[in-house]
C-alpha cells in the first residue's frame, strides 16, 4: 500500500491513534467539588452563550426590569401555563435575591444588578486561611467581571471555593435544592441564602451574599456553620 | 462560520450543548485524563480546567464542526492533563521552550510521505514531541485555528503559541529531511 500523507494528515492520524487506543475504565463517583466547578463551567459557557447571541445582534445583555404592560401579560401567560401543565413554579424572595423553585432545584437570580461596579474593582479574599489548605487558583479561572479563588487541602477531598462577581455578570444560579435545604442568611450584616447538603456523611454548604458591590459566593464540603465562619471572614484584599 | 454558528445560539439546546457533551462523553475525558495521571484527584482537575476554560470562550467551540467537538474537547483535557502533570513532576518544558528561536516562515504540513515505512516512522516521531507542541499543531492543523485562537484554547499567550507551532512543524519537516537522506 503505497498511500500518500501529509504532515497534517500524519498529525491529525497520531491523534486518532492516540485516542482510539485509550482504554475504556470505570468512571468514579466524582466529589462533590468536580461536581460543583462543572456546574459552574456549564453556567458561564451558558452565560457566555448569550452574551455571544446578542453581542452579535447588538442586543444589549441586559434590560431594567420593568413592570410594564408586556412583562405583566408575560408573567400571567406563564403561570397560567404553569398551572395547566401542573408543574407550578414557585418563587420567592430574600433581599436582593429571588428565587424560582422547580422540583431538584432552585434557579437564583440577583432581583437588583445596579449599584454595583461594571468590573472588579477591588478583590475580595479569606483574610484568615483555615490550616492546611494553600491556594492553588490559576489566573484564567478570573475574568474582569468575576474573581475565582480555590483553596484545596493536600492529600484530601477539602477544599474552599471563593468567587466574586459582578452583579450584572452574576446572572443566575441553579442549586441543587433536590437534596438540600435553602434558607436566609447574613453574612457581617449583609442577606444572602446558604445551601447545605449532607450526602453520604458528607457535608456540603454553599453561601451566596450581597455585600452592596458585588456577589459574593463560598462553598466548601463542611458544615454551614464553619462555611459562614469563612464568609464572614472575606475582606477587601490588601 | 461563527456568524453561522451565531445563527443558532439563541436556542436553549445550543447553550446547553457543552453539558450534553459532558455527559455523552464523560467516559472518554475521563480515561484521557487518567492515562496520563493515574490519579482520580487530578483527573477530576484536568476534566474540569478544560470544560472551564472551554466555557470561558464558547466561540472556539461553536467554530469547530459538530462532529469534532468532542475531539477538540479532548485535545484541551489531554492538555490540561500533562500540565498538571508537568507541574507534579517539577517538568519546565513548557517554559524553556519560550526562549528558542522562532521562525517566523509559513508552516507547511502539506508535503508528502510516500512510504508506510516513513509514515510510521514520522508517527514514532510525532509521539517524541512534547504533548504542548504537539497539541498546538494539531489544533492550527486539523481545526483550522488561528495563533490566538490556540492561544486561548490552551490558556497560553498568542506569542507561546506561535512558537509552540513552529517548534513543532520544524522539527517534523527536520525529521523528514533527514528521512529522505537515509
Request: glycine content about 4%; aromatic content about 10%.
Amino acid at each position: 500500500m503505497n498511500k500518500s500523507y501529509s504532515v497534517s494528515d500524519l498529525v491529525s492520524l497520531y491523534y486518532e491513534n492516540e485516542f482510539a487506543c485509550i482504554e475504556e475504565i470505570p468512571v468514579p463517583g466524582f466529589s462533590l467539588r468536580h461536581k460543583s466547578s462543572m456546574k459552574r463551567a456549564f453556567r458561564k459557557f451558558k452565560k457566555n452563550s448569550q452574551n455571544l447571541y446578542l453581542n452579535s445582534y447588538n442586543i444589549p445583555a441586559r434590560r431594567k426590569n420593568r413592570l410594564n404592560r408586556r412583562t405583566i401579560i408575560l408573567a400571567i401567560v406563564l403561570a397560567f401555563l404553569a398551572l395547566i401543565s401542573g408543574c407550578a413554579v414557585a418563587q420567592f424572595l430574600s433581599g436582593n435575591f429571588r428565587g424560582e423553585v422547580y422540583h431538584d432545584n432552585t434557579e437564583l437570580f440577583v432581583v437588583d444588578a445596579s449599584n454595583s461596579p461594571e468590573f472588579i474593582e477591588y478583590k475580595y479574599n479569606l483574610t484568615e486561611i483555615p490550616e492546611g489548605f494553600s491556594p492553588i487558583t490559576e489566573e484564567w479561572f478570573s475574568t474582569p467581571f468575576m474573581v475565582y479563588y480555590l483553596y484545596e487541602k493536600e492529600n484530601t477531598r477539602d477544599h474552599i471555593i471563593l468567587s466574586q462577581s459582578t452583579k450584572a455578570d452574576f446572572g443566575s444560579i441553579h442549586l441543587n435544592t433536590e437534596k438540600g435545604e435553602l434558607t436566609d442568611i447574613t453574612v457581617n450584616g449583609h442577606n444572602g441564602v446558604c445551601l447545605s447538603i449532607i450526602e453520604d456523611n458528607d457535608n456540603y454548604a454553599c453561601i451566596i451574599w450581597d455585600n452592596g458591590d458585588y456577589i459574593l459566593e463560598i462553598s466548601a464540603n463542611m458544615e454551614k456553620e464553619k462555611v459562614l465562619e469563612l464568609a464572614e471572614k472575606v475582606e477587601i484584599e490588601k | 462560520m461563527i456568524s453561522a454558528a451565531l445563527a443558532v445560539l439563541g436556542s436553549e439546546a445550543e447553550r446547553n450543548e457543552l453539558s450534553h457533551i459532558y455527559e455523552q462523553n464523560i467516559r472518554l475525558f475521563y480515561a484521557v485524563a487518567f492515562s496520563k495521571l493515574h490519579n482520580q484527584h487530578d483527573a477530576e482537575d484536568a476534566i474540569q480546567e478544560a470544560f472551564l476554560s472551554v466555557a470561558n470562550n464558547p466561540s472556539l467551540l461553536f467554530r469547530v464542526p459538530a462532529e469534532k467537538r468532542v475531539a477538540y474537547i479532548n485535545i484541551i483535557v489531554r492538555n490540561k492533563a500533562y500540565t498538571i502533570w508537568n507541574k507534579k513532576h517539577k517538568t519546565e518544558e513548557n517554559h524553556t521552550e519560550l526562549y528558542d528561536t522562532v521562525f517566523d516562515e509559513d508552516i507547511s504540513t502539506e508535503e508528502k510521505v510516500i512510504s508506510d515505512f516513513s509514515c510510521r516512522q514520522i508517527l514514532k516521531f510525532i509521539d517524541t514531541l512534547s504533548e504542548a507542541n504537539r497539541s498546538a499543531l494539531y489544533l492550527k492543523i486539523h481545526f483550522g485555528f488561528g495563533n490566538d485562537e490556540i492561544a486561548d484554547a490552551l490558556g497560553i499567550s498568542e506569542e507561546a503559541a506561535k512558537k509552540r507551532i513552529s517548534r513543532a512543524a520544524s522539527r517534523i519537516r527536520q525529521y523528514m529531511e533527514e528521512l529522505k537522506d537515509e
